[in-house]
């Protein structure tokens, strides 16, 4: 395989940014905020979205290539939720989930 194709796993013990978006749910939302990350040198590690009652909670995990755009990301996801009427938390942090406890279990009940 070629260097210039190769690509490695994204570096899971960097500084990354957790965007959190809650609000009421509209068609185009994913896509507003991922063309304003488009700009930036992030890499999506996770995506996790759920609606109830209409209304929208999701999870953006990025991984920074470049940590000195984070004030410029920042700024741009607020502005891009801001427009769409949506609250947004971003919280700096290293790498993705924490390991979890050995012997704990996650049980989901569908009805």
């Not at 992030?42 to 999701?58: C, G, H, K, P, S």
């Amino acid at each position: 395989m070629n260097s210039a194709t190769t690509r490695l796993p994204p570096q899971l013990d960097g500084p990354t940014l957790l965007v959190s978006v809650t609000g009421d749910d509209a068609p185009g939302i994913s896509a507003t905020i991922f063309e304003a990350l488009r700009a930036f040198h992030v890499e999506v590690l996770d995506v996790e979205q759920a609606v109830l009652r209409e209304q929208l909670n999701l999870a953006i995990l990025l991984g920074l290539n470049h940590p000195d755009e984070q004030r410029a990301i920042e700024d741009a996801v607020a502005g891009a939720c801001i427009h769409l009427g949506l609250r947004v938390m971003v919280t700096p942090g290293i790498g993705d989930n924490a390991e979890r406890q050995k012997g704990r279990l996650i049980v989901t009940m569908l009805a």
